[in-house]
């Protein structure tokens, strides 16, 4: 875990800082069950909204009960970059959000659906993640290899019932053995990030 944290701030520092904008950008960002993905970035210092939907795919298809249709359960993340960049996401995204090691699952989840993959919206995006990617792959970050792609595709809101499901569901048996720890660890990992 050390050696995963110094790698992680290796790859920080690398990056550039963030610009003092009054815009907002999105990211799109998929790590298996997009209730704790919704979780973790929630509770990040910067982080406008969150929204729970499938990457990938097309729209026709956007649904829970659609699984094999190509989705990824992600996350919509819309962020003050002035506040918190792109690549302080994907810190918190390999860090403590999902294991990228996984390949098509992540924990009690299984199948392509809860696959690791990352969509950039924007050429600078590709770029950031490309390289984080690399360095955490020369770094040897991980005991197993890095599963984590880099995709192409929109992004469809899931059904209302799960948006917010963690927040309005805090006691659900998924997100106390799932979903809870990946939160408690963003704020013991990371806490000039972390907002109650």
């Known amino acids: 875990m050390k ?48 929204v729970s939907g499938y990457a990938g795919g097309s729209a026709k298809d956007a649904r829970y009960e659609a699984a094999g249709s190509g989705h990824a359960e992600a996350v919509r993340i819309t962020y003050d970059p002035a506040q918190v960049s792109y690549t302080r996401l994907l810190q918190v995204y390999f860090g403590v959000a999902h294991d990228p090691t996984q390949v098509n699952r992540q924990g009690p989840d299984v199948g392509p659906s809860y696959r690791s993959a990352i969509f950039p919206q924007n050429p600078a995006q590709a770029r950031i993640a490309r390289e984080f990617i690399a360095r955490l792959t020369a ?58």
């Not at 704790?36 to 210092?45: I, L, P, R």
């Not at 469809?156 to 408690?184: G, L, S, T």
């Open 3 to 50: 050696r995963l944290m110094l790698a992680l701030a290796a790859a920080l520092i690398a990056a550039p800082a963030p610009a003092a904008s009054p815009r907002t950008e999105t990211a799109v960002l998929a790590g298996g069950c997009f209730w704790g993905m919704e979780a973790v970035f929630e509770h990040v210092k910067g982080v406008k909204d969150v």
């Open 139 to 196: 770094n040897h970050s991980y005991k197993r290899p890095n599963a984590t792609k880099i995709e192409r595709g929109g992004f469809y809101p899931a059904e209302a019932y799960h948006q917010d499901f963690a927040r309005r569901h805090p006691f659900h048996p998924y997100i106390v053995a799932h979903d809870r720890p990946k939160v408690a660890r963003l704020k013991a990992a990371y806490p000039a990030l972390w907002r109650a």
